[in-house]
């Protein structure tokens, strides 16, 4: 608990304790198809691929973890992609989960 007894502390040095890495991961995804399909990236045969790994992933939910395991996976490639105008909200999130979980 914080030092004013409310909520929990984010700890991820325990086992990511109070950290919603998956939600989180399963949020980024959704903002970056939407966003490489914007800029008609999905052409390209690297995001086609990520794109069909997506929506496995969304197929089976996100409580098992994958989406996270995508995420992390293209910390890198997904940074590059929010650098487009637009890409803020999609930034910050992928920010957040690389320090907080991958």
Request: contains cysteine; charged residues 25%; glycine residues 12%.
């Amino acid at each position: 608990m914080d030092d004013a007894g409310g909520t929990p502390e984010a700890d991820r040095y325990v086992s990511f304790r109070n950290i919603d890495c998956d939600g989180m991961a399963a949020r980024l995804l959704p903002l970056a198809l939407e966003h490489l399909a914007a800029r008609g990236r999905l052409d390209n045969p690297f995001w086609a691929r990520f794109a069909a790994r997506a929506g496995a992933v969304a197929a089976h939910g996100a409580g098992g973890g994958d989406a996270l395991y995508l995420v992390c996976s293209h910390v890198m490639y997904l940074a590059e992609v929010f650098e487009d105008p637009g890409g803020e909200a999609g930034r910050a999130l992928l920010e957040a989960i690389e320090m907080q979980c991958c």
